[in-house]
């Protein structure tokens, strides 16, 4: 009796700490997300003429992309496909290598413009090629939800 | 007796005559057309380039093995709760793509939802939105694809669910949903308003993916441009209509950032099917892109599903 019931307590804590650690990493995913998108709008208000150039904060937009993406990919694990609002698509599962390829494909793009932009000239004519990654990722992995 | 049975017979068989008719384009076009099927001017392939891009036609119609944009043998496979199309060879080929048709052929063909042979087509293509062109703009559009060039190759036979597999369904289909009508200016609005009514409702045919679908597969009115679910599967696609829910809390200059760039106002951006509507959309004016928001920013707000964050 006494063992049944450790083992049925045993069976829930471990289910709660499956739950608890899928949710964490679609939290942090989401975390990710918006940090980059806060890493985007200054980025992009440059492109339009909106705020003047500013070296420094670009090159501090494409390190934080390349912080952020890393840490990104290694936050799939197979228990964290649903819930908590993801909207990861079931294909980053199906071809995880393909995602990874696709994150890594991002970063070199970032660290080579990084290296490229000296000035407003190589600002404009580098960070669309960075920034196209946002929309090619968005288009074959993610899948929005209404929640 | 026997007079009762022929005369039950010859009704039944009037009855069927009658509704093979009415299944056929002919009824369609007496009845929902508005006759407007020829051009008034000579053809101008660079507004037809325009029409390309804002209606997304290589977006479907795309060679699977060509990057190329425009490259638009066809074949992609589109999967739906009806089953699988696989959109056609639009290239000029004169074998396998639209290389012999006649101007008419393809203004039927847009504004009718009616091919060369007579039969026609699924609104997955999406006619119930280009109906609404004018014949001199369909006339273009058809001199700017001549220009492109001609691929080889035909793609496979849609391979849908019955009933939706009964082709001849579709003539009463259009009856019973669709009229045939050039969207008019509307005198007391803007110019910029009625350009971006024309894209929206017309060429771009956004409602066809942002609003939710009767079983039947047509539009429900009452909530057109409203967002639902996703045709393809898995997915959401959002509300349009300046709701809480939808664009409400957009300006006009976010509406037409996103069409140019893909960036949300919060920089998020946007994926799945949009990002690809997006490469199209980049290729218009921002002049067009303006007006796209504001016809969007004009129209009721209707509640729909909300979207994540």
């Known amino acids: ?147 | 007796m026997g007079r009762l049975i022929r005369s039950l017979v010859a009704a039944i068989a009037l009855a069927a005559l009658g509704a093979y008719w009415l299944a056929t384009f002919d009824a369609y076009t007496v009845f929902r057309g508005d006759g407007r099927l020829t051009a008034s001017r000579p053809p101008n392939a660079a507004n037809g380039k325009v029409l390309f891009a804002a209606g997304g036609c290589f977006s479907c119609h795309a060679s699977p093995s060509s990057p190329d944009r425009l490259h638009i043998g066809g074949g992609q496979p589109l999967k739906t709760p009806f089953g699988v199309f696989y959109p056609p060879n639009i290239s000029p080929d004169p074998v396998d793509g639209i290389g012999r048709w006649t101007v008419l052929q393809f203004i039927r063909a847009l504004r009718e939802g009616t091919a060369p042979d007579g039969h026609s087509y699924y609104p997955a293509f999406p006619y119930p939105s280009y109906r609404h062109l004018t014949p001199e703009d369909a006339a273009d559009l058809f001199a700017y694809i001549k220009t492109l060039p001609p691929l080889s190759g035909r793609t496979p036979e849609h391979a849908l669910f019955f009933p939706y597999s009964v082709r001849q369904g579709l003539g009463l289909w259009k009856l019973a949903f669709l009229d045939a009508r050039v969207i008019e200016n509307d005198l007391t609005r803007p110019p910029e308003w009625n350009r971006g009514h024309y894209l929206v409702e017309g060429i771009g045919h956004c409602a066809e993916c942002h609003s939710p679908r009767s079983l039947a597969g047509a539009v429900i009115a009452e909530k057109r441009l409203a967002g639902g679910p996703a045709v393809e599967g898995k997915g959401f696609v959002p509300n349009l209509t300046p709701d809480r829910t939808g664009l409400g809390e957009w300006s006009e200059a976010e509406i037409a950032s996103v069409l140019r760039d893909g960036f949300t106002p919060d920089f998020d951006s946007v994926g799945g099917a949009m990002a690809d509507v997006v490469r199209n959309t980049a290729q218009l004016s921002d002049a067009d892109r303006m007006a796209i928001a504001i016809y969007l920013k004009s129209l009721p707000p209707i509640a729909g599903q909300s979207r994540s964050k």
């Not at chain 1, 980059?36 to 440059?46: C, D, E, L, R």
Request: aromatic letters at 8%; one cysteine or more.
């Open chain 1, 1 to 147: 009796m006494i063992l049944r019931r450790f083992v049925l307590a045993f069976s829930l804590s471990a289910l709660a700490t499956v739950a608890i650690a899928s949710t964490a990493n679609i939290g942090e995913r989401q975390q990710i997300m918006k940090s980059n998108g806060g890493a985007t709008k200054p980025v992009v208000a440059m492109l339009k003429g909106e705020a003047p150039f500013d070296l420094a904060v670009v090159q501090k937009s494409l390190a934080n992309y390349q912080d952020n993406i890393g840490k990104f990919v290694t936050l799939f694990p197979d228990d964290s496909k649903s819930g908590e609002k993801t909207s990861a698509s079931p294909k980053i599962w199906e071809d995880m290598a393909g995602f990874k390829a696709a994150a890594d494909k991002f970063a070199a793009d970032a660290k080579m413009a990084s290296t490229a932009i000296t000035d407003e000239a190589s600002f404009k004519s580098n960070m669309p090629n960075v920034l196209k990654n946002c929309g090619s990722c968005h288009e074959a992995w993610r899948v929005k939800d209404p929640q």
